[in-house]
C-alpha cells in the first residue's frame, strides 16, 4: 500500500501527461492518446513497476523491431498471442444476423497472390493431401454475391507457408471471384497444425510463460465485395487437437468445418485424376454482412 502522498504523486504525475495532449488537433488522436496513457499509467502503479522490468520491457520491442522485415512482422506476431490481434477483430466485426465470423490475418497474407480461376489449384506444388474446398458466397439476406474476390493461402504440410522457406517459391496461395450464382471452387492441400515463428523474441516471451506456440490446422480467407463487409477469416480442421489451445485465440466454433477424406479413385468433382492416392474436401459457405456494419 503506497501512501496518500505517494498516490497524489502519482496521479499528478498522468494528470500532467493528460494535460499534455489538449491541444492536438484531431480528436480521435487525442482520446487514444489519453486513454493510452490513462491505461499504461494505471498498469505501471498496479504492478509497481521496477526500472528493471522496465528496462526489460525496452529492450525486448527493441528486439522486437530489429526482427522485423518485409517478410516477417514480429509485431502482429506479439500482437495476435496477447490476444489484442482477435480482440480488436471482434470490436471491428460485431455480430451482425448470421454473418460469417472474422478471425485475424495473421502474418503471412502478401498483396501480390496468383489468380486462379474456379476449380484452380492454390497449392502449386506445396506438400500435402489435395484437398477440394467449395462454397457459396452470400449476403445475409441468402443472396448469392457474383464476382466477390477471395484471396486464400495457408501453410504446406510441413507447416510451412511459402514465404518461410528461402527460395521464391509462391505456393498454397492464391485469389479468385465466385461465378455468376455466387460459387466458388479450388484446391488446395489439407491444412496441418504448426507452430508461429518462435525463433523470435515472441517465441522466447511464450516459452517463459510456458505457453505452446502451436496453432490448429487452418486454412485463411480474405472476401470482398462492393457494398459488403470485408472478412477475414478462416476454417480449421474438425477433431483437431489443438483447438482449445490456438496460441493466437483465433478459433470460432462456427469456423470448425469437417475435411472429409475420400478414399483413393473418388472421382474428384472436376475429373481431376487422383487413382494413387487419398485427398479431402471441405464446403465452406460464407456470409457477408453489409458494409458500415463494424
Not at 470490436?91 to 465470423?101: L, R, S
Request: glycine fraction near 8%; include cysteine; proline fraction near 6%.
Amino acid at each position: 500500500m503506497s501512501s496518500a502522498e505517494q498516490d497524489a504523486r502519482e496521479s499528478e504525475l498522468t494528470e500532467q501527461v493528460l494535460g499534455s495532449f489538449a491541444d492536438a488537433k484531431d480528436p480521435r488522436l487525442k482520446a487514444l492518446l489519453e486513454a493510452l496513457t490513462r491505461h499504461l499509467h494505471a498498469f505501471v502503479r498496479e504492478v509497481r513497476l521496477t526500472e528493471r522490468e522496465w528496462q526489460q520491457a525496452i529492450d525486448f520491442l527493441t528486439a522486437v523491431g530489429n526482427i522485423t522485415n518485409e517478410r516477417r512482422q514480429e509485431f502482429i506476431l506479439l500482437s495476435d498471442v496477447l490476444g489484442v490481434s482477435m480482440q480488436t477483430v471482434a470490436v471491428n466485426n460485431e455480430a451482425y444476423g448470421h454473418a460469417t465470423e472474422a478471425t485475424v490475418i495473421g502474418p503471412f497474407f502478401l498483396e501480390q497472390a496468383p489468380r486462379i480461376e474456379v476449380g484452380g489449384d492454390i497449392a502449386r506444388g506445396a506438400a500435402g493431401q489435395p484437398c477440394w474446398v467449395e462454397g457459396v458466397v452470400t449476403g445475409v439476406a441468402g443472396n448469392p454475391v457474383p464476382a466477390a474476390r477471395l484471396d486464400v493461402w495457408e501453410a504446406d504440410a510441413d507447416g510451412r507457408y511459402d514465404i518461410q522457406y528461402g527460395d521464391a517459391r509462391v505456393t498454397g496461395r492464391g485469389h479468385l471471384f465466385t461465378d455468376a450464382q455466387g460459387r466458388y471452387a479450388f484446391w488446395a492441400v489439407k491444412p496441418t497444425p504448426y507452430p508461429i515463428p518462435d525463433d523470435g523474441p515472441v517465441g522466447a516471451l511464450l516459452r517463459t510463460a510456458s505457453r505452446s506456440p502451436m496453432r490448429p490446422a487452418h486454412l485463411h480467407f480474405m472476401v470482398s465485395a462492393p457494398g459488403l463487409r470485408q472478412l477475414v477469416t478462416h476454417i480449421f480442421v474438425e477433431y483437431d487437437e489443438l483447438l482449445a489451445t490456438d496460441s493466437v485465440f483465433g478459433v470460432r466454433d462456427s469456423l470448425v468445418k469437417a475435411f472429409r477424406t475420400q478414399p483413393a479413385g473418388t472421382p474428384a468433382p472436376d475429373g481431376r485424376e487422383l487413382f494413387d492416392r487419398t485427398w479431402s474436401r471441405v464446403r465452406f459457405d460464407i456470409v457477408l454482412a453489409p458494409s458500415g456494419q463494424a
